[in-house]
């Protein structure tokens, strides 16, 4: 357990028995097409539905894959969880739902081995795509990001994108100050990032929008004006 690997990927889930399947699929053929030893980290987040078992039988199929039970408090709890007991050099997170090209996923450590600590993607700017994202949404995420600029962390065009990849030394110094449990959390992570001087890099992807999304656009978007807060 205490061997290096080059790539860690961590999937946080909260009721993810119909979309993980095919996600930890395309996982699976994205890393047997890879030189380097990977693994995949799905954290639960006190699922209600089968995505514990689901994921125990995928174990079965992919000796890549392990699966941290973790109690209901919420998406930044669960990354934290997972970006801790990650052992791979370079750590990513990333949504179930996969709502980007696997391939895309070699682009982060290659950034990460150019001398930044952190790279996150960006769903906005010159070489990103959304696909398929409905107009309020685009337009509610550009409003929080116009708060976020106003009131926390200058500079990125998304902080809410849910890939974002570290070094290992840096998801370390990074986690283990983080404590915002909600949908906030990618907010200070960058903050954390920032004050302890790490470089921070945007990768531009493709991004296709999934209607079965686990966040509620007002609700949640209230509870992440609060977390800025």
């Known amino acids: 357990m205490n061997e290096e690997l080059h790539l860690s990927i961590v999937i946080p889930a909260y009721n993810e028995q119909d979309r993980l399947p095919a996600t930890l ?83 982060f450590p290659h950034a990460l081995e150019d001398q930044a600590q952190v790279a996150i993607a960006t769903r906005e700017g010159v070489g990103s795509r959304r696909i398929g994202e409905p107009g309020y949404r685009h337009v509610m995420g550009r409003v929080f990001n116009l708060i976020v600029q106003l009131l926390a962390v200058r500079g990125f065009r998304d902080t809410q994108c849910g890939f974002k990849g570290f070094t290992r030394e840096s998801a370390r110094a990074i986690f283990t100050r983080q404590k915002i449990d909600g949908f906030g959390f990618d907010v200070e992570v960058l903050y954390l990032a920032r004050k302890l001087g790490y470089r921070v890099v945007e990768i531009p992807i493709d991004w296709y929008y999934q209607p079965s999304s686990r966040v509620d656009p007002l609700r949640d978007t209230m509870r992440m004006f609060r977390d800025v807060l």
């Open 25 to 107: 699929e395309r996982l699976a053929n994205f890393l047997a097409q890879q030189s380097y030893s990977a693994e995949v980290i799905v954290v639960d987040d006190g699922s209600t539905d089968a995505t514990r078992e689901v994921v125990k039988t995928a174990m079965e199929r992919y000796p890549f894959l392990g699966l941290i039970c973790a109690p209901h408090r919420g998406k930044g709890h669960t990354v934290r969880q997972g970006m801790l007991a990650a052992r791979g050099r370079y750590v990513i997170f990333c949504d179930a739902d996969l709502s980007m090209p696997p391939e895309l996923i070699n682009a």
